[in-house]
């Protein structure tokens, strides 16, 4: 490679030197200053808060067993791998995850493009489609609670009314069922917000892109997944990774749904609840802060994940419009 | 022009850099003098027992559960009348959210409530931990019975001075004897008359027994009073874990079978988190049987409810022993991090004085604290439960409240719901257990 090839180009003439003067300078770094106290609150708020799990989590922190807290280096974390209580954790948010996620984001698109659409009571519908996003996440809990009670819960009084079972069911007595009472209650309540999010986003789709598409004679199924599906592409590139964080970090519902206990058996205690029980309800902090810097690291691997998949979509473009115009 | 102007205009409106970097830095320097002359200084830790001062003034914030009203409704202000230190703030938390709190309060150091409530687990723990202040001999009102003394201490050390005394009682529906051809006034005395009672009273969506199988703490609970009625323990003389005896799988395997086999416990036990929840079940008449504590006999004697003819109380019916029961004493301690300790112990004295331990009993239904109390004829006329308490109390009544409390119970009672549920069998729930609770135990050596 010749060398001039590596001289930087030459500054055009009447362009201000790159650096500027000294009145430059000075008001780059006034305007650096300026900043300065929004930088430093998001220290204070963020960094902080993670460096010091991230110090915590290094160290034997029991505030039960001993009043000194020695440095452990990673044995926290040799501890993640070999603890069934985590791994049974971390499958049970796998399990809420997968469902909340995808069941959630598809269903957000369905309704939002139905209540895109022009029907009678469409304004009733936006209106009442942000009820659940209204309720606080307690109220919520409580709400589903008394809903799924097996002595008192109106879940059953209708089961039983539609003849779809015999006798009360015991919704919140075994882990499999009180997991499915918590995803369900945890889809009503996201389903709100990721469907208005998708209306947004529906409604700067270009109208004429859908009429050019039934003129060329594409149904609707092939409208939705060619012209709908793509355009929305970023919004559900958005919702997959809020949503994936939101499931992960799920604890408030579970919390009243269960007593605070993350029961029954342990059936509703996801990772983030489970960080919850060890840093509060056993007072291990070293561990609970091991648990939490793994929660972050699984929610960037998840939001890289998502990205990556959505970089290169050859099965998520347009390929039609693609064949058609090539 | 125009730009120039407001050029200009900007540059008067707006400090200049040296202005703003002069008052930035003065702020900054502000600020870090407010904090050092605000922060840092931890409140004094001693460990040295507390005694009660003539010289206690000034004021005080309670943190309680929300188990008891008369405190807000009466006792607080009271207090203040008769001793002149005010009660700045009376706080109550649910019980299933207090520990974490408190635990966390503590950790911090934190000094903003002089009193918080405790029982058997969190004398333990937090005491345990340093986090509650040891109190001399001398700050302990005489006749305190020892039972509710030791919900409020851990290895020979008081940590605080009950506020009432609990054992659980067996209560039934005397309605539903008669209806089911039983001796409505006669307890079932073993076991096996409580299951054959069980059985006869179950039907017509009645179930015979009911239970609050439906946190970890309550899942607890039903194993120990099975495993006490056995005659069984939880710990030897070392604390190692013996729950998973044959006497403890024995019990297990009888909890299993009332729901599973016999079908006589209320299938909604299993999700029962609060024993409130099963008050309400029995004062609807849905379970004619409970195991419960005090609390239950004024619910279910209540206008609306069954009404006093209809509630019977007695000791629980053994299996190995004649009875035996859990404790469920609760009371006050002060927080070490308190800047008015002596205040505070005004306060834990007053609660156990006769006036408002006779409200407590006429109100809530507790059991008093003191043993003058407990024979007191107006106490015994007004809670006839009393009487079965005095008998209650000739037998084992134990809680095991240790610092490995809450990580013992979450294990354990995750494996007593497995083995309800079918999941796993008795003997394998608990020898999983007791694996796991050596393991926890053996960190605090």
């Given at each position: ?56 989590s290094l160290h034997q922190w029991d505030d039960k067993i001993s009043p000194v807290h020695p440095y452990v280096g990673v044995d926290n974390y040799h501890q993640l791998f070999s603890d069934p209580a985590y791994r049974e954790a971390l499958d049970r948010t796998v399990y809420f995850s997968v469902i909340t996620v995808l069941a959630g984001v598809a269903l957000a698109i369905g309704l939002a493009v139905l209540l895109t659409q022009q029907f009678r009571f469409r304004a009733l519908a936006r209106v009442l489609l942000l009820v ?195 | ?38 922060g840092g200084t931890a409140s004094s830790t001693s460990a040295t027992p507390l005694a009660p001062t003539s010289s206690a003034g000034g004021s005080i914030r309670i943190l309680d559960d929300n188990t008891n009203k008369i405190f807000g409704s009466g006792v607080v202000a009271r207090f203040e009348k008769d001793t002149g230190i005010k009660v700045e703030k009376y706080e109550q938390a649910n019980f299933n959210d207090l520990h974490d709190r408190l635990a966390t309060l503590f950790s911090a150091q934190d000094s903003s409530y002089d009193v918080v409530m405790t ?327």
């Open positions: 490679m010749p060398a001039s090839t590596l001289t930087p180009p030459r500054r055009p003439r009447g362009l201000p030197r790159l650096g500027g003067g000294r009145a430059e300078r000075g008001d780059r770094r006034f305007n650096l200053l300026l900043m300065a106290p929004a930088v430093l609150v998001v220290l204070a708020l963020f960094a902080y808060p993670i460096g010091y799990a991230g110090w915590l659940p996003w209204a309720v606080p996440p307690v109220v919520n809990g409580i709400m589903w609670h008394l809903i799924f009670d097996g002595d008192t819960g109106i879940a059953n009084t209708v089961l039983r009314g539609l003849g779809i079972i015999d006798t009360n069911k015991q919704w919140l007595s075994s882990p499999t069922s009180a997991m499915n009472v918590l995803i369900f209650a945890e889809m009503w309540k996201l389903l709100p917000f990721l469907t208005l999010l998708f209306i947004a986003a529906l409604q700067g789709v270009p109208a004429n892109l859908y009429r050019a598409a039934s003129i060329d004679g594409a149904g609707a199924i092939r409208r939705f997944a060619f012209i709908t599906l793509p355009s929305i592409r970023t919004t559900i590139l958005f919702a997959l990774i809020v949503q994936s964080m939101w499931s992960l970090k799920v604890f408030d519902t579970i919390y009243v749904l269960t007593g605070g206990s993350g029961g029954p058996a342990g059936g509703t205690t996801t990772i983030n609840f489970f960080a919850y029980l060890t840093t509060f309800s056993n007072l291990d902090r070293g561990y609970g802060a091991a648990i939490a810097i793994s929660i972050m690291a699984l929610v960037l691997l998840i939001a890289v994940f998502w990205m990556l998949l959505f970089r290169a979509p050859s099965w998520f473009v347009a390929r039609g419009t693609r064949r058609r115009t090539a | 022009m125009a730009h120039h102007s407001q050029h200009t205009q900007s540059s008067h409106s707006l400090p200049s850099r040296r202005s703003a970097l002069a008052l930035g830095g003065g702020l900054v320097a502000a600020a870090g003098l407010t904090a050092c002359s605000g029982w058997a687990a969190w004398s333990a723990e937090f005491g345990r931990a340093g986090w509650l202040q040891p109190l001399s001999q001398s700050a302990v009102p005489a006749g305190v019975l020892p039972a509710a003394l030791d919900a409020v201490s851990y290895g020979g050390t008081v940590y605080g001075l009950p506020k009432f005394a609990s054992a659980q009682t067996m209560f039934w529906n005397k309605d539903l004897f008669e209806k089911a051809g039983l001796a409505p006034d006669t307890a079932p005395a073993t076991w096996d008359d409580f299951v054959s009672a069980a059985k006869e009273l179950t039907g017509g969506g009645v179930y015979g027994y009911a239970a609050d199988l439906g946190n970890t703490d309550g899942a607890y609970q039903n194993f120990l009073r099975v495993l006490l009625l056995n005659g069984g323990t939880m710990y030897d003389s070392a604390n190692k874990p013996v729950f998973n005896s044959d006497k403890g799988v024995d019990a297990l395997d009888r909890l299993v079978k009332l729901l599973r086999t016999d079908k006589v416990m209320s299938p909604s036990s299993l999700q029962i988190t609060n024993s409130s929840d099963l008050n309400t079940l029995f004062a609807n008449g849905k379970a004619a049987i409970v195991f419960n504590w005090p609390a239950q006999y004024p619910v279910a004697v209540a206008k609306g409810a069954l009404g006093k003819a209809a509630v019977g109380s007695g000791i629980l019916p053994g299996i190995a022993v004649r009875s035996a029961s859990i404790d469920g004493s609760e009371g006050f301690a002060i927080n070490n991090y308190s800047k008015n300790k002596a205040a505070a112990l005004k306060w834990l004295q007053y609660v156990t004085t006769a006036a408002v331990q006779k409200q407590m009993v006429q109100e809530e239904g507790w059991f008093p604290v003191t043993s003058s109390l407990l024979q007191d004829k107006t106490v015994t006329s007004e809670l006839p439960i009393v009487s079965t308490y005095l008998q209650e109390s000739r037998y084992q009544i134990k809680r095991f409240g240790a610092p490995w409390y809450s990580d013992v119970v979450q294990q354990l009672s995750t494996g007593i719901t497995k083995a309800m549920l079918g999941q796993t069998t008795p003997k394998k729930a608990l020898d999983a257990a007791a694996d796991q609770a050596s393991t926890i135990i053996a960190k605090y050596k």
